[in-house]
């Protein structure tokens, strides 16, 4: 009868208790996500990446595709010339240094500007020309700018003889299709197929030798200035002049980062403007690619349909001559075969293909504000290891974001089991004062501390995640419930034994003869420290903790913390307060004990769930 007459009270305490338990939860997941972003955020700033939206950061970890840039990202956007193809170089080097922005500093002794244009202005320096006299004696009276369509650039110049000289540079192809003449030893003379092939065997040679290869060409108007500056009026009927061929060296720790890339089960693909040849070299030296028929041109794919680019899209890893559509075209494809989807840009055209991409990723340096403006995150290095490195990043803050999720999930679960069968049975183990302190002490710790772990081993050589994955995913929502009944069976194992130690029976308890305080101290004590125990279990869902090669001063701090400030509360007139009882040694060590074990526990649970997941795989 005493179960009976108790039921309001027990059912009471009950509810109190669960509605502490549960209504910790929410505040608590929402206070550790928001820390762990917080963290991940700052931490990925220290490495250059600078994270523009939230939202990136949870992307990052499951990021399967990423669209990259091949200079200034791939490679150093240090350019150099080193070799020439022409049969007359002063004129070549004039050309290309009078059809550059880029300006030559006499106090720094270096060029300023664009890389490519500066490079070629430098290398006129080196012969004794440098732009300071060259613009001095050959003043610019019109242009039409560079453009990414049609990928050239022309200038017209009055000599100092009096002539109106048109000087083009752009692509070897682009700017060969309109030449008509060749300037030679001889003069100018007509070019023909053979002097056409000889330029495309130079052009193949140095790009095979991954140089950036421009071509330069000219129109002399002798004494009439021309009425039309537009890209149809002056780049027709030119004489070709010749080729120069430019190295940017790959960052020496790209080739690393491509094979992390690829050991994470990311596929990169290399998109530029430049030749094809030029793109294989480069993309072959640092792994993207093994063979050339894994490249394709812009032209190329224009003349693939939208269904047979769906099924060939994977056999690709590099774009040449590519345009800003065309960017935009391969993210939407990957992205049909539900892909998330990283890409590179630095150009205003690159916008509406960044913007689309689930990552869109700007250049810090060499990138315009209307490219940043759009970017998820900007690179403050134009650095493609940078890249990969958020993504390692993006991988340990969800893990830690999980573990965290995990630890409160099931500590909480635990106070919700171990009330429930008390208040079945009809007696307190816990009051609601006791659930709210091990809430706000031994919960939001750890759990906050947990933000701090380091990535785990391997991390990188895991697929990536399925972006349509749940937070309960891969069977963590079993672990939830696995290790919260664990938890809350050593609780109730504790109250019984504390029990014992008082000589004090369940029905006495029941019935209200004895309050069983020994008992509810021996449960509070092991439920607070089972649960800083179990913290260091979640450092890894599957590891073994001894297996680990780090080990978490934040944790460590969270738990002597939480330790101390547990025996305060037993110890000092708090527990007058709290309703506790003075326990012996003897219950201190076995409530200690009991608080340790869930950690062998777990480890046999963990070698058991690595062996089945192994044999599944």
């Not at 041109?297 to 690709?316: H, V, W």
């Not at 009330?419 to 759990?447: K, M, Q, R, Y």
């Not at 777990?602 to 044999?615: C, L, Q, T």
Request: net charge negative; with cysteine.
């Amino acid at each position: 009868m005493g179960f009976f007459q108790n039921m309001p009270l027990v059912l009471n305490t009950f509810m109190v208790a669960v509605s502490l338990a549960v209504a910790a939860i929410p505040e608590g997941l929402a206070a550790v996500v928001t820390i762990v972003l917080s963290i991940g955020v700052t931490k990925m700033s220290e490495h250059n990446a600078i994270i523009r939206k939230l939202s990136a950061v949870e992307t990052l970890g499951c990021t399967q595709i990423i669209c990259s840039d091949k200079t200034g990202t791939l490679t150093q956007n240090k350019m150099t010339v080193v070799r020439h193809f022409s049969e007359d170089q002063a004129r070549l080097v004039c050309g290309m240094a009078l059809c550059s922005d880029a300006k030559w500093d006499v106090v720094q002794n270096t060029a300023i500007g664009e890389p490519t244009e500066a490079a070629l202005v430098a290398d006129a320096a080196k012969l004794g020309f440098t732009s300071e006299d060259l613009d001095e004696a050959n003043p610019r009276v019109g242009e039409a700018p560079f453009d990414s369509g049609r990928k050239m650039m022309s200038v017209v110049n009055l000599s100092p003889s009096g002539e109106y000289v048109q000087h083009t540079k752009g692509g070897p192809d682009v700017v060969l299709s309109r030449c008509t003449m060749i300037h030679t030893k001889d003069g100018d003379v007509p070019l023909t197929d053979e002097w056409r092939t000889e330029i495309a065997t130079q052009n193949k040679a140095m790009a095979d030798d991954a140089l950036r290869v421009m071509a330069s060409a000219r129109v002399s108007y002798g004494k009439s200035c021309p009425a039309d500056f537009s890209p149809e009026a002056l780049e027709h009927d030119m004489t070709f002049i010749g080729l120069c061929g430019m190295i940017d060296p790959v960052r020496p720790e790209v080739r690393d980062a491509v094979a992390e890339a690829h050991s994470a089960g990311i596929h990169v693909v290399m998109i530029t403007g430049d030749h094809i040849d030029t793109a294989v070299a480069i993309a072959k030296e640092l792994g993207i690619i093994q063979d050339r028929s894994q490249a394709i041109t812009g032209a190329q794919l224009d003349k693939i349909s939208d269904e047979d680019f769906l099924t060939s899209i994977e056999n690709y890893g590099v774009y040449a001559r590519v345009q800003p559509e065309h960017k935009t075209r391969i993210v939407d494809t990957w992205k049909k075969k539900d892909k998330v989807v990283a890409m590179t840009g630095d150009g205003v055209n690159d916008a509406p293909s960044i913007k689309r991409a689930d990552i869109g990723i700007g250049m810090g340096i060499t990138g315009t504000d209307v490219t940043k403006g759009v970017a998820d995150m900007v690179l403050a290095d134009d650095n493609f290891a940078t890249i990969i490195n958020a993504c390692e990043e993006g991988r340990r803050i969800y893990d830690n974001i999980r573990k965290a999720i995990a630890f409160l999930l099931s500590s909480n679960l635990a106070e919700v089991i171990s009330v429930f069968v008390a208040s079945l049975v009809g007696f307190t183990i816990l009051e609601p004062t006791h659930l709210l302190w091990i809430n706000l002490i031994t919960d939001c710790f750890p759990a906050l501390a947990m933000s701090m772990e380091e990535a785990e081993p391997g991390i990188m050589r895991r697929r990536p995640r399925n972006a349509t994955d749940g937070i309960f995913a891969n069977g963590m929502g079993m672990d939830c419930l696995i290790q919260g009944a664990c938890i809350g069976a050593l609780t109730l194992v504790s109250y019984f034994v504390g029990l014992s130690f008082e000589n004090v029976s369940v029905a006495d308890v029941i019935s209200g003869v004895n309050a069983g305080r020994d008992g509810m101290t021996m449960a509070f004590l092991t439920l607070s420290m089972v649960e800083m125990f179990h913290s260091f279990n979640m450092r890894s869902r599957r590891q073994s903790i001894f297996r680990l090669p780090t080990q978490n001063k934040w944790l460590w701090m969270a738990f002597a913390g939480s330790l101390v400030l547990t025996f305060v509360v037993i110890e000092t007139p708090l527990a007058l307060a709290f309703g506790f009882a003075e326990i012996s040694v003897a219950e201190y060590l076995i409530a200690m004990a009991l608080a340790i074990s869930i950690i062998p526990i777990m480890e046999v649970y963990k070698a058991i769930m690595r062996s089945a997941e192994k044999k599944a795989a």
